[in-house]
């Protein structure tokens, strides 16, 4: 019940629609509760006494009792709407912005199928269960006390046949209402399951297609499908059976009354008017208890929907900005101080071990390693995207712990290795990077991008429609569309996760030269490919976690067995490398020195090293 206190807090403005639209509950239940009375004066004193003034007049008096229950039902109608929606577009706009708050730990604990129908099914659920249960949530209790007050008023005797009958059938009720409520929860889980494969499919079409594997994922979507299809039945199944228990309990009691009221009628013990009457109210009070019923099942299901709400506005956020805290980084510079991480406090094992690392302002550094040895959740730390296990991360001479988030995130631009673009023009999504950016920053953050060899092919330009997740771009152009946006955000920390794998070796070397001319700028590089950090003032060679050498290119070429095999691997030098002695190590070393001359010229460079287009991306690495 905290809980669903706590929803109905989400109403703001609309607890006031909410509360006219209970008070028209009320008296439009109050105007059809006098019609009954009338009905049996009519008979009992009209009729009885051929008064066709007092039947007309009577009948008058119902008529307005029924125009104005009619009038009050429709006004109510109306509030009851816009509470229903209004708590709604809360809900939706409350767990969006909580969602917004989280940190990638926090998103860890739900799956994306599971947040959209949290955000969209669980809010219609609650949404429907107030629109359509509201009107009898009120009106079914005050139906029923004056229903029971009436009833006793007329004729005692008969209203104590009702009574007998009132246990069985809270009995039966609750019984199916404890059944019923777990069975719902399930129901959303199920849902949660047939979302995630819808969107697995719709996100991964392409390769469904070029696998040809639509039969596969027609089987998954039909398993998954006749799941959801087998719980509904299962869990509606029960709950349906309240209706035949009380309209069971209906016809026995309206059974049991017209067999003892008929029989106090022929012992002048009752009139009739007042059994017709009696009969009315007994309806009154069978349908009232028929909504009651109604209610509890929504609210069950309502109460499902409601909690898994809660779970989503309830998940504590592990990066929270800290009191008093700094708004300003002073520079680039970067200190890993014996830092270790993993992504679950329960994890036998840390992703990174003990890394300490210092990386002065505006200077280019590199990072190698193999898949899974940390490159991606070692740049993660600095914008704050995870915190560290143990040690300290610091920028600008501050522990990033120290800083506001928002703050701290304003100042990295970070290009992440997977490309994310959104829907929406080019000129829209470089505008992430900085919302007031001029057309001419636009375009010379296209330009030291490489963006501008393909821009003006564009229908458009930079008003060109990129489609869902920029599907109308390849994946090389959505690297370079992604480090624009970077570029446009004045980061004192740039940060690149393996973002030039899909562009070709003299586009990436231009790339490289415009990255060099940023002054005041800390640029990390993680990469696949030696020849895209071998300028870098220092390269930092990870191995399972762990920081395994740092130094530069010729540095490094020289003394770490681990870059030499990387190295000898990308250009074909398969001597021995870590073991060869002093002469394989100077040939390496000459070899450098041969590429690093190369690199002076981009499309030499890309003519010379044009079979490491073939080395494949990294992908998976966290």
Known sequence: MHELRRIVGFLGQYRRDAVIGILLVVIESAFE?????????????????????YIVRQGMYMGVCAVLSLVTGLMY???????????????????????????????????????????TTDVTVIQNALNAGFRPMVRGPVMLVIGFALAFYLNTEL?????????VMAVALVLIVRHVGPLYGVLQRTVDRLNDVVQEML?????????????????????????????????????????????????????????????????????????????????????????????????????????RICEVL?????????????????????????????????????????????????????VLGGTGSGKTTLVQLIPRLYDATEGEVMIGGRNVREYDVAALRDAVAIVLQKNVLFSGTVRENLLWGDAHATTGE???????ARVDEFLDRLPGGLDYDLGQGGVNVSGGQKQRLCIARALLKRPKVLIFDDSTSAVDMATEADIRSALAS?????????????????????????????????????????????????????????????DGGAAAQAGAVQA???????????????????????????????
């Open 77 to 119: 109608a109306r509030f009851a709407a816009r509470a229903s929606y209004g708590l709604g577009a809360h809900l939706r706009a409350a767990e969006y912005e909580r969602v917004q708050g989280y940190s990638f730990t926090n998103l860890d604990h739900f799956e994306t199928s599971s947040l959209v129908t949290r955000m």
């Open 33 to 53: 509760m006098v019609i009954p009375i009338l009905m049996a004066d009519i008979i009992d004193v009209g009729v009885a006494t051929r008064d066709v003034d």
């Open 442 to 448: 636009l375009l010379e953050a296209c330009r030291q």
């Open 518 to 578: 940023l002054t005041g700028v800390t640029k990390v590089i993680i990469a696949q490919r030696v020849s895209s950090v071998m300028e870098a003032d220092q390269i930092v060679v990870l191995d399972d976690g762990r920081v395994h050498a740092v130094g530069t290119h010729a540095e490094l070429l020289a003394s770490d067995n681990i870059y030499q095999e990387i190295y000898a691997s990308q250009t074909k030098q398969h001597g021995p490398c870590g």
């Open 314 to 366: 309830d998940e504590p956020v592990d990066l929270a900005s800290p009191e008093h805290a700094a708004t300003e980084v002073e520079d680039g510079s970067i200190e890993f101080r014996d830092v270790s991480f993993k992504y679950r406090a329960d994890a036998q094992a840390n992703v990174l071990e003990h890394v300490t690392l210092s990386i002065p302002a505006g200077s280019t550094v590199g």
């Open 203 to 307: 996100t991964a079409v392409r390769a469904v297609k070029a696998y040809v594997r639509g039969d596969y994922e027609c089987e998954q979507f039909r398993r998954v499908n006749e799941e959801l299809a087998g719980t509904s039945e299962h869990t509606f199944r029960f709950a349906v059976l309240n209706m035949p228990v009380l309209y069971v309990s209906m016809y026995t009691v309206t059974t049991l009354i017209m067999w003892f009221g008929g029989q106090m009628i022929l012992g002048d013990a009752l009139a009739v008017g007042e059994l017709t009457g009696f009969l009315s109210y007994v309806m009154q009070i069978m349908n009232s208890l028929i909504m009651i019923s109604n209610v509890f099942l929504l609210l069950t299901r309502s109460l499902a929907s409601i909690h």
């Open 592 to 622: 450098a020195d041969a590429l690093v001359g190369s690199a002076a010229s981009p499309h030499e460079e890309a003519t010379s090293s044009s079979h490491d287009q073939l080395d494949p991306s990294k992908g998976g690495e966290r």
């Open 159 to 167: 209203a104590l046949v009702f009574v007998a009958v009132a246990p």
